[in-house]
C-alpha cells in the first residue's frame, strides 16, 4: 500500500513538471520545447532526480535539465524503549546499576524521525539551488535614453598671438627688396617659385640677386620681437 502510494505521487509530480515544462521555449528559435525522453539522475547525492529530455518543435535542439521528483515517505514506525528495571539498586541503596540516579533514566530522541528530517532539508536545498542555477537567461533590454548633459567646463586660458608676418613683393625692374617692422625680424627668405636663397644685407631686409622673372615673386617671414 506505501509503495503504491509513492509511486502515485511520483506519478503526480512528474505530471506538474511536465505541464510546467511545456511552457518552455528554444532559446535558439523561439519555438515550442517538447519533452521526449526522462532517466533516473546518478549523479546527485541524494534521490529524487530525474534527467528531462527536451526537443525544440522548430529547429530540433536537444536540451537536458535535471528534475527534482518528490518522493512519499511512508509513515514512520515508533519503537518503544525499554527502561532497565527501576528496582536495580546496589548494596548501598542509594545508586542505580552503574552508579547513576533513577531520575536521570530518560527515553532517547527519536533518531529516524531526525534523520529523515535532515533528508528532507537537504533534498530541498539541492533542488532550490539547482532550479536557480539552471533557469534560463531571460532576453536582454532595450537600451535606455541618453542621461542629461553634464555642466560645461572652464574656459582655457587666452592663447598668445603668433607674432608671425609673411611679406610678399615684387621682383622686377623697379624693385626686388623687402624690409621687416621696426619691431620684427627676418626669419627666413626666398626668391621665385623654385626658392632661390635671397641675400639678407641686414637682420630686417631681404632680396634677390638678380632681378631675373626666375625671382619674382620675393618672399620673407617676419616674426615680432618681445618687448624688453
Known amino acids: 500500500m506505501a509503495a503504491r502510494g509513492a509511486r502515485a505521487a511520483a506519478c503526480d509530480a512528474r505530471n506538474r513538471e511536465s505541464e510546467r515544462t511545456t511552457d518552455m521555449r528554444c532559446l535558439a528559435c523561439g519555438a515550442e520545447?517538447?519533452?521526449?525522453?526522462?532517466?533516473?539522475?546518478?549523479?546527485?547525492?541524494v534521490p529524487g532526480y530525474e534527467e528531462h529530455t527536451f526537443e525544440c518543435s522548430g529547429c530540433h535542439d536537444h536540451v537536458r535539465r535535471l528534475v527534482f521528483i518528490p518522493r512519499a515517505i511512508g509513515p514512520l514506525t515508533s519503537e518503544r524503549m525499554q527502561l532497565p528495571p527501576a528496582g536495580l539498586q546496589?548494596?548501598?541503596q542509594d545508586k542505580t546499576a552503574e552508579g547513576a540516579s533513577p531520575?536521570?533514566?530518560?527515553?532517547?530522541?527519536?533518531?529516524?524521525?531526525?534523520?529523515?528530517?535532515?533528508?528532507?532539508?537537504?533534498?530541498?536545498?539541492?533542488?532550490?539551488?539547482?532550479?536557480?542555477i539552471q533557469a534560463p537567461k531571460g532576453p536582454v533590454g532595450d537600451q535606455g535614453p541618453p542621461?542629461?548633459?553634464?555642466?560645461?567646463?572652464?574656459?582655457?586660458?587666452?592663447?598668445?598671438?603668433?607674432?608671425?608676418?609673411?611679406?610678399?613683393?615684387?621682383?622686377?625692374?623697379?624693385?626686388?627688396?623687402?624690409?621687416?617692422?621696426?619691431?620684427e625680424m627676418l626669419l627666413t627668405a626666398y626668391c621665385g617659385p623654385k626658392r632661390n636663397s635671397a641675400v639678407t644685407p641686414t637682420e630686417r631686409t631681404a632680396a634677390c640677386s638678380s632681378r631675373a622673372p626666375a625671382n619674382n615673386p620675393l618672399v620673407a617671414v617676419c616674426a615680432q620681437m618681445a618687448s624688453p
Not at 33 to 45: E, S
Not at 113 to 132: D, R, Y
Open 33 to 45: 520545447m517538447h519533452l521526449i525522453a526522462v532517466a533516473p539522475d546518478k549523479t546527485m547525492m
Open 103 to 132: 531520575r536521570a533514566v530518560r527515553a532517547g530522541p527519536p533518531i529516524k524521525a531526525i534523520h529523515v528530517f535532515g533528508m528532507l532539508i537537504v533534498i530541498a536545498l539541492a533542488g532550490a539551488m539547482i532550479t536557480s
Open 90 to 92: 546496589t548494596r548501598d
Open 147 to 183: 542621461g542629461p548633459k553634464g555642466p560645461q567646463g572652464d574656459a582655457g586660458l587666452p592663447g598668445t598671438a603668433s607674432g608671425i608676418r609673411i611679406v610678399r613683393s615684387n621682383c622686377d625692374e623697379t624693385t626686388c627688396a623687402v624690409k621687416c617692422g621696426e619691431n
